[in-house]
């Protein structure tokens, strides 16, 4: 066993202590009060200088290695989501509506046992460390708050790190690559008004389910026919209301969605067949449209050089697990501010255990982990470190 496994495997109780504690009590976006709370007397009894209020509840602390060299900047989520707990574990969530279902409870317990190595390790390291405790990852622009707020400066970066435990893939698997790995986000939210009535008689009325439905269906034609077969965007309408009664005919529908792309060039196609294709349904049926489109998240792309340290490190701990270097997904993340910036690698520690029935996808009521991830995605990042500040 690897040096650094060992080390991080010696630390696990602690590593599932904080995540249990902090998974019983999450907290939503630019709410994490309690949380930060923690973070920031875990590592202030490591003596670290803590600093606390950054974009609300962010907490930041630095690493002194015991000679100069490049600033890393590490950083981890802390947010969770509206969402009822249904896993029934001991653990599970007391403050109703609110639930870790994204793995930023392990992120966070993580970040505080990787401070615990580093630590240790400090005549080892030839540069600083920037701990970073995001709040409000899940859309709601925490990142962007924290960069606004002065986050990469004072001191400034030279690299990013950040990693997301992933139920998508079984304990031991490790995605690392370089270039794009998670998608850019849009939202967008359409407002069709018609002119309402009785079932009975659509002729005397403006239909806009009628106008939806099409509209849903030839919003897929963007994928299909204006994006080239090699290249990946998606369109999802993921909501539509329109109407109450069976027999009426209601005078405005709504619909909801996301765009995910990860070059610019094809964000610009599909936003500009979008607006096209959208306003000009909308017309051919006689409705007027409101419609709202807002970017989220650009897309998070990795420095291959930096990517290729991490992935040079991890073979090093780990020679016998899988390492897919070719992994992309269409979810975003907001660390996507801090990486246009600043130069870094985004990496993936799988998490799910489907006998254990720990297997379910994130964002859903019952989600959970395998804590088996925690000191496999604490010795890829205090292994990564360690080794880019030697």
Not at 320 to 341: L, N, V, Y
Request: include cysteine; hydrophobic fraction near 40%; aromatic fraction near 6%.
């Amino acid at each position: 066993m690897h040096p650094m496994y060992a080390e991080a495997k010696s630390l696990f109780h602690y590593t599932q202590k904080m995540r249990r504690d902090l998974h019983m009590f999450p907290e939503l976006g630019f709410q994490e009060v309690r949380t930060s709370g923690v973070v920031a007397r875990e590592l202030r009894e490591l003596n670290l200088e803590v600093k606390t209020g950054v974009a609300e509840t962010g907490v930041v602390a630095l690493i002194e290695g015991a000679r100069a060299g490049p600033v890393i900047l590490v950083r981890f989520d802390m947010d969770a989501l509206p969402i009822n707990e249904e896993t029934g574990a001991e653990y599970a969530s007391k403050n109703s509506g609110v639930m870790h279902a994204c793995g930023h409870d392990g992120h966070t317990a993580i970040g505080l046992t990787v401070a615990r190595i580093l630590q240790s390790h400090l005549k080892d390291l030839n540069g600083t460390v920037k701990l970073v405790f995001q709040p409000a990852e899940e859309g709601m622009g925490g990142a962007e708050r924290m960069v606004a707020e002065g986050v990469l400066r004072d001191p400034k970066p030279d690299i990013t790190l950040a990693l997301h435990l992933w139920n998508e893939r079984p304990v031991g698997w490790i995605g690392i690559s370089g270039g794009p790995t998670m998608a850019a986000a849009e939202i967008f939210r359409i407002r069709l008004t018609g002119k309402g009535g009785h079932g009975a008689v659509p002729d005397l009325t403006v239909d806009p389910i009628v106008a939806a439905s099409n509209i849903v269906t030839s919003l897929q034609s963007i994928i299909s026919r204006n994006v080239s077969p090699l290249k990946t965007a998606v369109v999802s309408v993921c909501s539509i209301h329109g109407g109450e009664a069976f027999n009426v005919i209601p005078s405005y529908t709504e619909l909801s969605g996301t765009i995910r792309t990860f070059e610019p060039e094809v964000r610009d196609v599909v936003l500009d067949r979008f607006e096209h294709l959208v306003k000009g349904i909308a017309q051919s049926y006689g409705c007027s449209v409101e419609m709202e489109l807002k970017s989220i998240t650009p897309a998070v792309k990795n420095n291959p050089e930096i990517a290729m340290d991490v992935l040079n490190s991890t073979v090093s701990i780990f020679p016998e697990k899988e390492i897919q270097q070719d992994f992309k997904t269409m979810g975003s993340e907001d660390m996507a501010f801090m990486m246009q910036e600043i130069p870094g690698c985004y990496f993936f520690i799988g998490s799910a255990n489907p006998e254990m029935g720990l297997n379910f996808p994130h964002h859903h009521p019952r989600f959970d982990i395998d804590e088996g991830a925690l000191p496999i995605a604490v010795a890829v990042m205090a292994g990564s470190i360690l080794d880019i500040l030697k």
